[in-house]
């Protein structure tokens, strides 16, 4: 079965900052991988997926994220952050063999402040 | 198109009541799934369906029923609530021709259970 470790619950960061929320999995297979966000009291929306191929992944708003087999790691990254960003963050993944749902971390809470 | 909608967005509940929610999909999507999101917790499985007149169980099932009727449709019921049921609610749906199990999520349902 596969896992997800978010290692921060929270993250704050100035306007205009560089930002990174990091991702760990746990899977005996090869794996999808997923971030999703969250705004306050709306439901998730897909930021951005790792399917295949390129180990660097850009997504909508700005981020992208890296996935490094080695290290197990899919984190999120975004050069220049806004105030329109705070939202909390999910990390997800699904294995490839056969029909798998998503296992979901406990999510990133990212504040930016100006 | 409305994507995924939930009926209803707020309720609350005594002890022992029940109730069902609905969720509703118009993307034709095969896979149907409902979460409950709780704080640090993330998102947790409860139940999902691959498709009409299936459902399977998922991470927390315990206190709940589902059934699809229509392949539209995916409801989810409590037949006794209890406290530690107030939650906020998600439903999302996926399709066989999605890749890597991609889903689309609801708004949410808040429920108290006093």
């Known amino acids: 079965a596969q896992s997800v470790t978010q290692l921060d619950s929270q993250v704050p960061v100035f306007e205009e900052a560089p930002v990174e929320l990091r991702c760990n999995y746990s899977?005996?297979?090869?794996?999808?991988l997923f971030w999703y966000v969250q705004y306050p009291n709306q439901g998730l929306q897909l930021l951005l997926k790792?399917?295949?191929?390129?180990?660097l992944v850009k997504g909508i708003n700005g981020f992208e994220a890296e996935f490094n087999k080695s290290q197990t790691s899919f984190h999120l990254r975004k050069p220049s952050v806004h105030i329109s960003d705070t939202a909390e963050y999910f990390c997800?993944?699904?294995?490839?063999?056969?029909?798998?749902?998503?296992?979901f971390g406990k999510g990133t809470m990212l504040l930016v402040s100006p | 198109n409305a994507g995924v909608t939930q009926t209803p967005k707020f309720r609350v509940l005594k002890t022992g009541q029940s109730m069902t929610l609905l969720c509703a999909q118009d993307?034709?999507?095969?896979?149907m799934y409902w979460y409950r999101q709780d704080p640090g917790m993330g998102l947790r499985l409860i139940h999902y369906?691959?498709?009409?007149?299936?459902?399977a169980k998922g991470e927390v099932p315990d206190g709940y029923n589902v059934s699809r009727l229509k392949k539209q449709n995916f409801l989810l019921g409590l037949e006794s609530a209890a406290p530690s049921q107030t939650s906020v609610y998600f439903c999302?749906?996926?399709?066989?021709?999605?890749?890597?199990?991609?889903?689309?999520f609801g708004p949410g349902t808040r429920l108290t259970v006093l």
């Open positions: 999302a749906s996926g399709g066989e021709l999605l890749p890597a199990n991609e889903q689309f």
């Open positions: 899977s005996s297979v090869s794996v999808y």
């Open positions: 790792y399917l295949s191929g390129s180990t």
């Open positions: 997800a993944v699904s294995e490839k063999a056969g029909y798998s749902t998503l296992t």
């Open positions: 993307m034709n999507h095969e896979y």
């Open positions: 369906s691959v498709g009409e007149g299936t459902t």
